[in-house]
C-alpha cells in the first residue's frame, strides 16, 4: 500500500447491539480481524488478499470488544440479547477505508459476527468529538503540527507488549511497560517508512535522554489469548514529561508521533485488539 502525505488516517467507533445471546472467549481479538478481513474480502478479495501478506498487517488496528465485561468464573464473554456495545477500528490507508464505507452502505442493516454471536452495527462514528475514540488525520495535518508541549498523560487502554531488539542477534525481548524510546521507535520507523522522512535512530537517542515517565496511574498487567497461547500486557495511564525543550524540531515531532500513535495503536498484535492509546487531558 502507497502512502502520500495526504493519505488518511481514521478512528471509527462502530456501536454494535447483539442479535442473540451466546458466549464468546475472554478475548476476541482474533475473531475481531477475521470479521474485519471478511468485511474487505465481500468487497475487495484483491485487497484482502495484500492484508494478508506480513507487510500489510499494519493497514489497520483493533480495540477489543468493549462493554461486554468478561465473566469472573471463566474467563468468557456472555452476551445478552439487546446488549449494547462497540469496537474500534483504524484504518491507516485510504483504500481500505473506501472499501469497509463501501462495505457498510451496501447493507441495509449491516452486522458483523464474532464467533457464534452475531451483532447489528447501528452506528459508526468517525468525526472528531464524536466519541473519544473517534477521529480522523491526514499526514499532511500531523507534518503541519508544530506544538511543543513539555508534558502528555497517555491512556493504555488495553494490553500494550513491545517486542526491543534484534531478533537476529536472539536478544529481542517483550517489554510490558511503554518506556519513552521503545514506544517511540515503532512510531518512528513507520512515520519514515510513511512519509520518506529519515528521523532515525539519533531522534530515538534524543527521546532516552530527553523524555521520562514522570508519573503512572495504577499501571497493571492483563494477560490475552492468541491462538490458543497466553501473552501478557501492561495498561493504566502515565504521564511523559520533557527535561530539555531546547530542540524544538524534536519536541514537535515526539509530538506528532504520539498524536499518530491514537491511530496506530503502540507494540504488537495491534491487529489483535492490543496497544490501544489515547493522548487524555489532566484530571
Known amino acids: ?18 442479535l442473540q445471546t451466546g458466549t464468546l472467549p475472554g478475548t476476541v481479538g482474533e475473531l475481531a480481524h477475521a470479521a474485519f478481513y471478511g468485511a474487505v474480502q465481500a468487497v475487495d478479495p484483491v485487497l484482502a488478499t495484500q492484508m494478508h501478506d506480513a507487510q500489510e498487517r499494519s493497514a489497520f488496528s483493533l480495540s477489543p470488544l468493549v462493554g461486554y465485561g468478561q465473566n469472573t468464573k471463566d474467563g468468557r464473554i456472555h452476551v445478552r440479547q439487546g446488549q449494547p456495545g462497540w469496537l474500534r477500528l483504524g484504518l491507516l490507508d485510504d483504500r481500505l477505508f473506501g472499501v469497509f464505507m463501501q462495505h457498510l452502505l451496501t447493507s441495509s442493516h449491516p452486522t458483523i459476527r464474532l464467533g457464534d454471536v452475531h451483532f447489528a452495527i447501528t452506528e459508526v462514528l468517525g468525526a472528531p468529538g464524536s466519541h473519544p475514540w473517534a477521529g480522523y488525520t491526514t499526514l499532511d495535518e500531523l507534518t ?39 514506544m517511540i521507535a515503532g512510531l518512528r520507523t513507520r512515520w519514515d517508512r510513511w512519509t520518506g522522512d529519515t528521523w532515525g535512530r539519533d531522534f530515538e537517542e534524543w527521546v532516552e535522554r530527553n523524555v521520562i515517565v514522570s508519573r503512572i496511574w495504577q499501571w497493571q498487567t492483563q494477560s490475552f489469548g492468541f491462538q490458543k497461547q497466553t501473552y501478557v500486557g ?20 515526539l509530538n506528532r508521533l504520539l498524536q499518530m500513535a491514537f491511530y496506530t495503536g503502540i507494540g504488537y498484535k495491534t491487529t489483535h485488539g492490543l496497544g490501544q492509546v489515547r493522548i487524555v487531558n489532566k484530571e
Not at 500500500?1 to 447483539?18: E, F, G, P, Q
Not at 497517555?154 to 517489554?175: D, Q
Open 234 to 253: 501492561g495498561l493504566g495511564r502515565l504521564d511523559y514529561r520533557l527535561l530539555d525543550a531546547s530542540h524544538a524540531a524534536n519536541t514537535a515531532h
Open 144 to 182: 503541519a503540527l508544530d506544538a511543543t508541549p513539555i508534558q502528555w498523560t497517555l491512556e493504555f487502554a488495553s494490553p500494550t507488549a513491545i517486542r526491543w531488539g534484534e531478533a537476529e542477534n536472539k536478544n529481542r525481548r517483550v517489554e510490558l511497560f511503554p518506556q519513552p524510546r521503545m
Open 1 to 18: 500500500m502507497t502512502y502520500t502525505r495526504s493519505s488518511s488516517l481514521h478512528a471509527l467507533v462502530i456501536n454494535l447491539v447483539a
